[in-house]
């Protein structure tokens, strides 16, 4: 409080000094005037915070991967709340272009890095898309894709790995992730080779649903909810003490968000690079040596979301001959892989652009680019056109080190 | 102006309208020069590149309102393009207005009549960087971080880095002779170009050389600096650059008062030092801004960044300490420097203050040594003296051997029964009057735009007749952002 003050004595000093009617009318804007600015009704968009972000000039644009790519200027952030604003305050209509920008955003946070609100843009447009959910105007394309997740509990069509059926009473529980499972099963079959190499009494989830990352980003707040309540009823229920993500974005969202709607897992939730540096802390499993430069590519969940940028590079320096290699943009200062926030589902071409400008940035260092989430691992296995260069998982390095 | 109901109102409409016939024709000839995929009349582009960051346009949006709707956006690839854009605007007397990245301060985009706005976003490459030149060549829509970034990894800087330089593009900050706050030893944008193309208002190229220095007549391509897209479109340029700097040394001193702070850079200057960032707050913008240094209480605080070669900054350092403190200057370490790093880019004052009706503006102004005191005391007192400003203060921020550039901010709130608008021109007229009649220049880095071409024509004195007509010999048909600078 006292800081606060000190903070504002300028502007006290000044009012003390102003005249009295002036004096006034700046204590009468200030307690009064915003509520003009906002809608009248109760709306689940932060139209408070959108519109600081509409009047602010746009301060984290040159990092936005969608702007980068896009070279539009309604793709910039702030440009995104000033449509958002228009539509929350009735200006303009829900419809069309202006519906469809509020699902370009990569949900990388990158912005946030550089934003003096520290606003999450993805947080923002999450609020809006869950307006359009309520009036029942959202795009065919999501509305089915949704359906489809509540009827599967899958995001992709197939699951190529079961999960286990006898997880009870294991500690130490592996949550796989749906795009893992469906799309890159090796990373699946790598960890749990490495978590069988360690002796540790581990197991996945039976029934193991996608953690709702889809759903929230999406806008489908009830259906977030359900999945929300079947993945922690289950994980609470059981023995299990840590709960292992591959998926750093999986990772965030029962650390973040599940609470926020009510749903606390009582397990200590890691992402599996952290996990596994333990283990080799812990000596449980011993890298042999692996030669070759590998360059690390920080995952936008991972790094700013969870604020992960040291164990998977000491997970790395601890392999024997394997030298690390980084990108001028990298920790929390990375760049994103353009598969985050839905966003190869609902604006594949902007994400395959993103996709491409990184991996030719990894490109520049070497020739063999190390990940620790398999949505980036998809997102660069899909824009290595030309196959020059080889994508790993980081699990997938460490297990080649032990095999040697 | 017209505010209908529903939906929003648009503040300048054109007095003349496109016929459908010709917009259909127009835009396809457009479509044909640039491309299907670089061309919009989407109303979502045309609502987005509808402003940029003068403040009353902000104040607009809060009151339903967008200043002014372009025809059309176009983002061309290349120079050709762009010449065969103006050519064709030309052809049908269509106004153009070229965009970088709207972070200009006086409307300066604004499409007041509206027509064809050109956003050159999709020309943002870097060309090339001659390390034995220290030169780099790049497009105008490339972003000024991006920029840096770039060549911070390859171990250089520009030295160019105003506060937007997260928002603004190279482009923008030629058109609007930007200064970033390392202008002491870098110097303006001015300072920095070297060479540049750019496309006339009839689609002639010009192109100049890349050489240090030459004697062969005027410069025509420095016309283009400054020119707010009135001249023409800058398609590249070629600057200056230096390599990274080997070390930093932060000072900072607290002055009783303006006078002795500003003596004390004076003397600074004349011993032939150039500190990188040198800035003066007077009290209430040092109690603003440094409210946790003890010893800046009720004083004025100095900023000192010195960097470059590590033995001359040391040299530097050491004359720089010994002059602050001949002038009573109170140590007050590295730590309000570190805090001016820290937030030297948190700009939210109109999105704290505009929705509650509290209007904050800038007035950057330039003065000689001479005159500094008297023009700095009477625009404050100026500025004070409009019904309703709440706070008026300064800093002086970029300076010279021969003066200085002042900074003034001022907040305020129209009192009962005025328009904001109306309360917001009150006080720059009371600002720039002062500024005028103390002798000094109407800007020292925004530039004019809309909010100051009312006194370019006494700033310039016949020199503005002399502009007017290489306007007139090169637009004829005043097709370049037209209603910019008073032109
Ligand atoms: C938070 C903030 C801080 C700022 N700090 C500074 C500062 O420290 N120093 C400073 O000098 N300014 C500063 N400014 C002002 C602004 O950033 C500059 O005026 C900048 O140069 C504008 O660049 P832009 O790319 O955004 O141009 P825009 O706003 O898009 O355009 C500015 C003008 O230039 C014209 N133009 C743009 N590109 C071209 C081109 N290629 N050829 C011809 N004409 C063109 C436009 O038509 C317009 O008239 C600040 C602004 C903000 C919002
Ligand atoms: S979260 Fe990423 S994609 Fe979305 S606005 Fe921020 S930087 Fe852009
Ligand atoms: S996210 Fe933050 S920095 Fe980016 S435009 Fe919005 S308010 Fe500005």
């Known amino acids: 409080m006292l800081d606060k003050i000190k903070k504002y004595s300028w502007l006290i000093d000044s009012l003390m000094e102003a005249k009295w009617s002036t004096k006034k009318e700046v204590v009468h804007n200030f307690l009064n005037a915003k509520k003009k600015y906002v809608p009248k009704e109760k709306t689940n968009a932060k139209v408070g915070d959108i519109l600081k972000c509409a009047l602010c000039p746009n301060m984290c644009r040159f990092d936005c991967p969608v702007a980068r790519v896009g070279n539009s200027e309604a793709l910039t952030p702030a440009a995104k709340s000033r449509i958002a604003y228009l539509m929350e305050m009735g200006e303009i209509d829900f419809s069309g272009e202006f519906v469809d920008l509020m699902y370009k955003c990569a949900g990388c946070d990158a912005s946030r890095e550089w934003c003096p609100f520290d606003f999450s843009v993805e947080d923002l447009l999450v609020g809006v898309r869950e307006d359009i959910v309520d009036k029942g105007l959202a795009p065919k394309a999501l509305l089915e894709l949704k359906d489809k997740l509540e009827k599967n509990h899958q995001i992709y069509d197939q699951s190529l790995i079961p999960p286990d059926t006898e997880a009870e009473k294991a500690r130490i529980l592996y ?113 042999a040596g692996l030669q070759g430069e590998f360059v690390y590519h920080d995952p936008c969940a991972l790094s700013r979301k969870l604020n992960v940028c040291s164990a998977p590079r000491e997970l790395l320096k601890s392999i024997p001959g394997l030298e690390l290699k980084e990108t001028y943009f990298s920790h929390r200062e990375t760049r994103c892989c353009g598969m985050g926030g839905m966003l190869g589902i609902t604006n594949p071409e902007i994400s395959s652009k993103i996709g491409e400008s990184r991996i030719s940035e990894l490109k520049e260092v070497c020739s063999n680019i190390v990940t620790a989430c398999p949505t980036c691992e998809l997102a660069f296995k899909n824009a290595n056109k030309d196959k020059k260069v080889k994508v790993y998982d980081i699990s997938e390095v460490l297990l080649k080190s032990l095999e040697k | ?73 176009v983002w061309p690839e290349n120079t050709k393009q762009i010449s065969d854009i103006l050519k064709l605007a030309n052809e049908e007397s269509i106004p153009v207005v070229p965009f970088g990245e709207a972070s200009g301060v006086l409307g300066g985009m604004i499409p007041v009549k509206g027509g064809i706005l050109v956003d050159l976003k999709r020309m943002n490459k870097i060309l090339k960087i001659n390390d034995k030149d220290l030169t780099v060549t790049a497009q105008p829509g490339l972003n000024l971080m991006e920029l840096e970034r770039l060549l911070n990894k390859e171990g250089y800087t520009m030295g160019h880095s105003p506060q937007s330089i997260y928002c603004s593009s190279l482009g923008g900050n030629l058109a609007t002779r930007a200064a970033g706050q390392f202008s002491t030893k870098y110097g303006k944008i001015d300072d920095m170009l070297i060479s540049l193309e750019a496309v006339l208002p009839q689609g002639e190229v010009i192109r100049s050389k890349t050489v240090p220095k030459s004697s062969t007549g005027p410069r025509i391509d420095k016309m283009m600096l400054g020119s707010e897209g009135t001249l023409g479109i800058i398609t590249e340029a070629t600057l200056k650059i230096w390599p990274y700097p ?99 880019f948190n700009v939210k004052e109109a999105s704290d203050f505009a929705p509650r009706e509290i209007i904050f503006d800038t007035i950057e102004v330039s003065v000689t040594w001479d005159k500094s005191i008297e023009l700095y005391n009477s625009m404050i007192s100026a500025m004070e003296n409009v019904n309703g400003v709440i706070v008026a203060f300064a800093h002086a921020s970029h300076f010279y051997p021969q003066g200085v550039c002042f900074y003034f901010i001022f907040g305020g709130t129209p009192v009962k029964g005025a328009e904001p608008n109306e309360f917001y021109t009150s006080v720059w007229d009371a600002a ?33 007749e002399i502009l007017k007509k290489i306007k007139k010999s090169l637009d004829p048909k005043n097709i370049m952002n037209p209603g910019k600078m008073g032109l």
């Open chain 1, 175 to 287: 949550f796989m992730g749906c795009t893992a499972r469906a799309k890159v099963p090796d990373v699946v079959n790598t960890n749990i080779k490495l978590l069988e190499k360690s002796g540790l009494d581990f197991a996945t989830i039976p029934d193991e649903w996608c953690c709702g990352a889809p759903l929230s980003t999406l806008g489908f707040k009830d259906s977030f909810y359900k999945f929300a309540e079947h993945n922690s009823r289950l994980i609470n229920k059981s023995k299990c003490r840590t709960l292992v993500c591959d998926c750093p974005e999986c990772a965030y969202v029962f650390r973040e968000l599940y609470p926020k709607i009510g749903f606390r897992l009582k397990a200590e939730i890691l992402p599996m690079n952290q996990f596994l540096l333990r283990l080799v802390e812990e000596n449980k499993i011993k890298p």
């Open chain 2, 1 to 73: 102006m017209n505010t209908p109901e529903k939906g929003y109102g648009v503040v300048y409409r054109p007095k003349k309208k496109l016929s459908e016939k010709k917009r259909k024709t127009v835009f396809k000839r457009l479509c044909d020069i640039v491309g299907p995929e670089n061309f919009s009349d989407k109303e979502i582009d045309k609502i987005i590149y509808s402003r940029d960051f003068w403040p009353i346009a902000l104040r607009w949006m809060l009151e339903r309102k967008v200043p002014a709707l372009p025809d059309c956006v």
């Open chain 2, 246 to 344: 080997e070390k930093k040394e932060l000072l900072s001193y607290a002055f009783e008062g303006m006078e002795s702070g500003l003596e004390c850079i004076r003397k600074i200057l004349r011993r032939g030092i150039f500190p990188a960032v040198i800035r003066l707050y007077d009290e209430k913008e040092t109690a603003f801004r440094f409210y946790q240094t003890g010893k800046a209480k009720d004083k004025c605080l100095l900023v000192l960044v010195l960097q470059g070669d590590k033995e001359l900054v040391e040299l530097e350092t050491k004359v720089s300490q010994d002059v602050c403190r001949k002038h009573e200057g109170i140590e007050c370490g590295e730590g309000p420097v570190i805090h001016w790093f820290e937030t030297r």
């Open chain 2, 432 to 464: 720039m009057r002062s500024c005028l009649d103390a002798g000094g220049s109407i800007s020292h880095h925004h530039g004019i735009g809309l909010m100051r071409a009312r006194w370019l024509g006494e700033e310039l004195g016949q020199s503005f």
